[in-house]
């Protein structure tokens, strides 16, 4: 069920002359003519509703953070639970410990086997471009105030793998490879204001020299979020369709959800409780409600979901940690154009 036709990285991933790009296929801009558009549907054209498990890193948990790991995410389809895709991230390991969660990544989508063991290379690349140490350092002040590029969230997805010669940031802005250019997520500046919002476009056309990308949805996340909030609600974030010209007024005003909603889960058990107060596992789905919704849409809502997660929830130790002096309980995380406020208690250690 779950196959992705595997592809040698030197081969074309666009036919020449291609003018299939309004074909009815559900495939990823119906271009690709390399692509198996049938296994591309047993993928995701059938599948509505999905489930995302964050895999627990143990390492990273008995460490409080201080060894940060790659993160992996199984994929399921909801409805049968049965695991359709597995995503791994590829980053430094120096970025990774110093500057997570805003360090510059890969995070690589693999297609499995009918025993969920994952198969030959990635077939869909996010890159997110972060904080880095040293050179070359794409988004110096990315979770700061939104305000310019060197500080604002960006993820490209490609089709495909890159080459291993390829580090995550290298490019510093460039397009990595504008034929597998399938979408990117956005955040604007002013991330929104008080409320997050994300801009979710779409490869247009099969121009392989100038690649224009087209807002086709937009996200909008909770003001309060994280914490122990954690522990008592789910947080979701809508997403309606949008055109390419509205700006984030205009986003605000859509009615949020009713294209698709990505919801992280709060724990169901007491297991589920100390998993999610003492790692950076989390659970979530991905819903779409529009079911004539392209595979290259999916492919980008899977891929923006990725991306809030390395936003909004890997912060590590973010219900309580403790030091010598004392305890900070976070009760939640406040989003303020785009900067991260934690809403905290803190208790002494000492009298006095």
């Known amino acids: 069920m779950a196959e992705f036709l595997e592809k040698e990285l030197d081969e074309p991933l666009l036919s020449e002359g291609s003018d299939n790009s309004d074909d009815d296929d559900g495939g990823l ?31 990273e948990a008995i460490t409080c953070g201080c ?18 895709l597995i995503v791994r991230e590829e980053s430094g390991a120096v970025n990774r410990v110093c500057c997570n969660p805003n360090h510059s990544l890969f995070a690589e989508f693999y297609s499995v086997d009918e025993s969920g063991a994952e198969m030959g290379a990635p077939v869909m690349t996010m890159e997110r471009e972060g904080c880095d ?25 490609y089709q495909g793998d890159f ?21 990117a997520t956005v955040q604007p500046i002013t991330g929104g ?7 979710i476009m779409e490869r247009d056309g099969d121009d392989n020299e100038e690649p224009k990308l087209v807002q086709f949805s937009a996200m909008k996340g909770p ?22 010209d509205m700006g984030v007024d205009e986003i605000k005003t859509l009615n949020i959800g009713d294209f698709a909603e990505i ?30 919704t392209s595979v290259k849409q999916k492919a980008n809502v899977m891929a923006s979901m990725i991306l809030i997660d390395y936003m909004f929830f890997e912060r590590d130790n973010d219900m309580i940690r403790s030091d010598y002096d004392g305890t900070t309980i976070t009760c939640c995380n406040c989003f303020c154009y785009g900067c991260i406020c934690p809403c905290f208690i803190y208790i002494s250690h000492h009298s006095g």
């Open 29 to 59: 801009g119906g271009m690709y003519a390399d692509i198996d558009q049938q296994m591309l549907k047993s993928v995701l054209e059938e599948v509505d509703e999905f489930y995302i498990q964050q895999r627990v890193l143990l390492m």
């Open 67 to 84: 060894v940060e790991q790659k993160n992996i995410y199984d994929i399921y389809d909801k409805t049968t639970m049965k695991k359709i």
């Open 133 to 157: 140490c040293g050179s070359p350092c794409p988004k110096p002040f990315i979770g700061c105030w939104a305000c310019g590029e060197g500080c604002s969230h960006k993820a490209m997805l």
């Open 163 to 183: 080459s291993e010669a390829a580090k995550p940031g290298n490019m510093k802005g460039a397009m990595r490879d504008k034929a597998a250019l399938l979408g």
């Open 193 to 199: 204001g008080f409320t997050p919002v994300l801009q």
């Open 223 to 244: 003001t309060l979020f994280g914490g122990c909030s954690e522990l008592c609600v789910d947080s979701v974030f809508g997403i309606s369709k949008a055109t390419d």
């Open 263 to 292: 919801q992280k889960h709060k724990p169901d058990t007491f297991v589920g409780a100390l998993r999610e107060a003492m790692t950076d596992s989390d659970m979530y789905s991905v819903s779409f409600k529009e079911k004539e």
